[in-house]
């Protein structure tokens, strides 16, 4: 018998085409070598083109799951991804709030074909109930402007964006200046410390799954006890070498990859 390796929990969507999602998720966890677990939240008919339909689980069912792994299987580490509404976003902060276990929220939005996996009546339970429960929330420029109202068009404005992201109260912001032009710059923040973490534009349109791949890289990170800063610096690695050989599955955009 060999030790159980650290346990991270997913509560996320999953998408059918496998590229992002829950199953983006259990695939960086493994590759990571934590024990990967998951709370489904939603299930999106999904492929290369785009999201098809999605369904939310109920609100039961999502704390149900959590209960079973939580009580009996306990984390180190929780990732929140694809939340759908404001009954399910309220749900899973009241649930996280009852964990010592560090928390990674992906404000999950828009996806990169432009299909909204967040109701717009749930923007505000993001805003006051989930951000304030999270250890490390990792939002994109579309997400910060859509949770702070803070357009970002230029490096100089991430610092603006965090400050602004921070107000609402999680512990660290990570903001992802990936669409931003030239080098892919993210601004890793306490409000105190900054660090600017820096990789060169890949030439890679398969990119799909980019986000739920870092932030559960983060967690994976965390429960195996990095600080935030280390797991961060890790997780950025681990996903610039997942884009860089994501590859062309069916006719759009494919997936990162995540057994590179
Ligand atoms: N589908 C699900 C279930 C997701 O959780 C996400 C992102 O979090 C996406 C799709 C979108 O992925 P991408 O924007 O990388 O294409």
Redesign the pocket.
Known sequence: MSAAPPRVLTV????SGG????Q?DLKTMLALGVHGMSVLT?V?A?NSLG?QG?WELPVEAVRAQYRSVVDDIGVQAVKT??LSSPELVETVAELIAGTDAPVVV?P?G????G?P?LAASAVESVRTKLLPVATVATPNLDEVAQLTGVQVTSEDQLRDAASAVLAYGPAWVLIKGGHLSGEAVDLLTDGSEEHWLRAPRLDNRH??????TLASAIASQLAKGDAVPQAVTAAKQYVTGAIAAGFALGTG?GPVDHGW
Do not use: E, N
Not at 12 to 15: F, K, L, Q, R
Not at 19 to 22: D, E, M, N
């Open positions: 996320a969507g999953s998408d590229g992002a999602g829950i983006a939603a999106t999904q999201v999605a991804g694809m992906d999950v828009v996806s990169k074909h299909d996996l990119t799909h799954g980019t986000g739920c955009i």
